[in-house]
């Protein structure tokens, strides 16, 4: 009885024994594969060459045609809206210019609850 079983498995290895290499090949090539990318580096380059992110980037150009210094662009603070100059700001707001001139300067904490910010010269 035993004997007949061990000649049973013997001739079923016999048999099946590409498959049996094959199963091996494949067992000994996905563990390679586990200890070389299990450096927590290596598969972040590879996740990270995987993911797209879009960069972006918004650029606002003012243009305005007038005489003399273009002005400076100023944004409120709370509102995020950009002002072509300090004076166009004040009159949209309806605040003081030199209120807001003086607080762009540092010299008053805020003009009527608002803060503002200078971002640069308007492109002429």
């Known amino acids: 009885m035993f004997k007949d079983r ?9 048999e099946n024994k590409k498959y ?15 200890l070389v ?8 380059k590879n996740v990270s060459l995987l ?14 045609a007038r005489r003399g210094h273009p002005g400076n662009l ?15 700001a004040a009159q949209a707001l309806g605040l003081g210019a030199g ?4 607080h762009l300067n540092a010299k008053l904490p805020h003009v009527k609850g608002l803060h503002f910010e200078r971002m640069g010269e308007a492109v002429a």
Request: glycine share 6%; hydrophobic share 40%.
């Open 99 to 102: 209120n807001l001139a003086n």
């Open 37 to 44: 990318f299990r450096r927590a580096d290596i598969v972040t």
């Open 74 to 88: 100023v944004r409120c603070v709370e509102t995020g809206e950009v002002f072509a100059s300090q004076n166009r």
């Open 6 to 14: 061990y000649e049973k498995v013997k001739l079923h290895l016999r």
């Open 51 to 64: 993911s797209y992110k879009p960069v972006q980037s918004n650029t606002v150009i003012v243009s305005l």
């Open 20 to 34: 049996y290499f094959i199963g091996a090949g494949c067992f000994v090539a996905g563990a390679t594969t586990v």
